[in-house]
């Protein structure tokens, strides 16, 4: 592929977006700096938005029609107070871009630049997603649910992560899942106070709490198959206010990590039953609430093959995972309507980790993300 002309653009986008991070659905300068930013290339048609601050971009090939590819960028940002001491740093008090979503939305628009130019080339349609509120609160759901995928569904699908710890512009990916399910948990126990010297004239749902947590840490030993992986963390433990008072309530929350859906399922229901047993033996009551708020991650095997044939015809430096990660990302809401492949960016061995204050991946890794991006959506469109 010919060298990116225009990559200066695109070095300056990212920059602009550095400086206006917005956290998950109120990405609203983002918004109108990427629309603005598109306006500007012709062959395109941008979409109103199916949320409030999604963008979705269509590119039509002119031999006619043909398969459906969509590609994916988040922009969100995280609350934090940035320390990177760049000459482009937050504009934004208390935001920061702490996971690279300007980069990954830099790259798109320079994607949509390569793919817009050579429209004239290919048969399909290739749909690019600005997806808000990726960070927590998993807004792929919602936009996925309002039809941002378009109908009929795509062929296939991608998107990337820029990430430390590999070097700039390394392409790592693996088949099967790359990420976890995400589900928390928050469970409330309502027993009844008293003073602490009498105990037995309270039912105490510090104790009923306490021996709910205990239990709930044999959840992955005997209930997850030990071929398969799972991780249930409490996290937060809050009761009582002084010592000699025996509480009115407690309350615990804390997250649920899998590697496949159907163990978060056995994970979730072992939560509600042990609480609510433990609850029983306690004489307490118990409110448990769990949500869902990742899939797992799964890459399907044609995606994967064709992605690195195409990173190897590029020249691109291509690493095959052997681990899964136990973080999580909601491109599987994507992935669990349409085949598809997530992959990670090098943004350098020795980058601070993603969410630090310091993170800042650097401008080069973008290069090899928009020709890998481009590559892949040709290759799908059979070009």
Do not use: W
Request: proline share 6%; glycine share 8%; with cysteine.
């Amino acid at each position: 592929m010919e060298q990116l002309s225009f990559f200066d653009d695109i070095v300056e986008v990212r920059r602009c977006l550095h400086q206006i991070p917005e956290i998950a659905g109120k990405e609203f300068k983002t918004c109108a700096f990427i629309r603005e930013t598109l306006s500007r290339i012709e062959g395109i048609e941008v979409l109103p938005p199916f949320l409030e601050t999604d963008t979705v971009v269509l590119i039509r090939g002119e031999k006619g029609p043909g398969p459906h590819v969509l590609l994916r960028a988040d922009i969100d940002a995280l609350p934090g107070t940035e320390e990177t001491g760049c000459d482009f740093v937050s504009k934004h008090p208390g935001m920061m871009h702490a996971c690279g979503h300007d980069m990954h939305a830099a790259i798109l628009i320079g994607v949509i630049r390569n793919l817009a130019a050579k429209r004239s080339e290919f048969a399909g349609t290739v749909r690019c997603v600005f997806q808000p509120g990726e960070e927590n609160v998993a807004m792929a759901k919602s936009l996925v649910e309002a039809g941002a995928m378009g109908d009929p569904l795509p062929d296939v699908c991608a998107a990337l992560h820029v990430m430390p710890g590999a070097k700039v512009g390394v392409v790592s990916v693996k088949e099967g899942a790359m990420m976890a399910a995400s589900n928390h948990f928050k469970v409330v126990v309502h027993g009844q106070g008293g003073h602490g010297s009498l105990p037995c004239a309270s039912r105490s749902p510090l104790i009923a709490a306490a021996s709910m947590v205990m239990e709930l840490q044999n959840v992955v030993p005997n209930r997850v198959d030990p071929r398969r992986s799972g991780v249930l963390s409490i996290c937060r433990f809050e009761s009582g206010f002084i010592d000699n008072v025996i509480p009115e309530t407690a309350e615990f929350s804390g997250t649920m990590r899998s590697l496949d859906n159907e163990t978060a399922k056995v994970m979730e229901d072992a939560v509600h039953e042990i609480c609510h047993a433990a609850a029983v033996i306690h004489r307490v009551r118990c409110d448990v609430d769990t949500r869902q708020c990742y899939l797992a991650t799964c890459n399907a095997a044609e995606p994967v093959e064709r992605l690195c044939k195409v990173v190897k015809e590029l020249g691109v430096p291509l690493h095959i995972l052997s681990d899964s990660a136990m973080s999580s990302e909601d491109f599987s809401f994507y992935l669990a309507k349409a085949p598809g492949v997530f992959f990670r960016l090098g943004a350098g061995e020795d980058a601070p980790s993603l969410h630090n204050p310091k993170y800042l991946p650097p401008d080069e890794a973008m290069v090899n993300g928009i020709k890998v991006m481009t590559a892949f959506a040709l290759e799908s469109l059979g070009r």
